[in-house]
């Protein structure tokens, strides 16, 4: 099932919260992070696309009740890094366990 449904899902389009500014770490290296709220059964959503052959590594910080999954690769996850293909990954970042109050997670993309 999918998270993205209309606009506003594009990494790091439309954040919930406060986007930063992307940095370059060094020549081949690029990362990104965006602030969101997550609560209950409201997953939020995005897209990024990759080269064949990258290495992309993703990480989740600031809740210890929310994780992401990665539609068609992996599930609730914190902190995962994979080969890539080149093709669009849609990212849904989500409470892990229910609850009716919002938790400020910060989503990190790195691709080399």
């Not at 919930?16 to 992070?33: D, I, T």
């Not at 709220?37 to 052959?53: D, L, M, Q, R, W």
Request: with cysteine.
């Amino acid at each position: 099932m999918s998270c993205c449904r209309g606009n506003g899902c594009r990494w790091p389009t439309r954040p919930a919260v406060k986007p930063h500014k992307p940095r370059y770490q060094s020549l081949g290296y690029s990362s990104g992070e965006i602030a969101a709220y997550v609560i209950e059964y409201e997953p939020k959503c995005f897209i990024f696309g990759t080269g064949a052959g990258q290495t992309a590594r993703l990480q989740l910080f600031g809740s210890n009740n929310a994780c992401f999954t990665f539609k068609d690769v992996i599930d609730c996850q914190d902190d995962y890094s994979f080969r890539t293909q080149r093709r669009n990954y849609e990212v849904g970042v989500f409470q892990l366990f229910p609850r009716r109050s919002y938790e400020e997670v910060t989503l990190r993309l790195t691709i080399r």
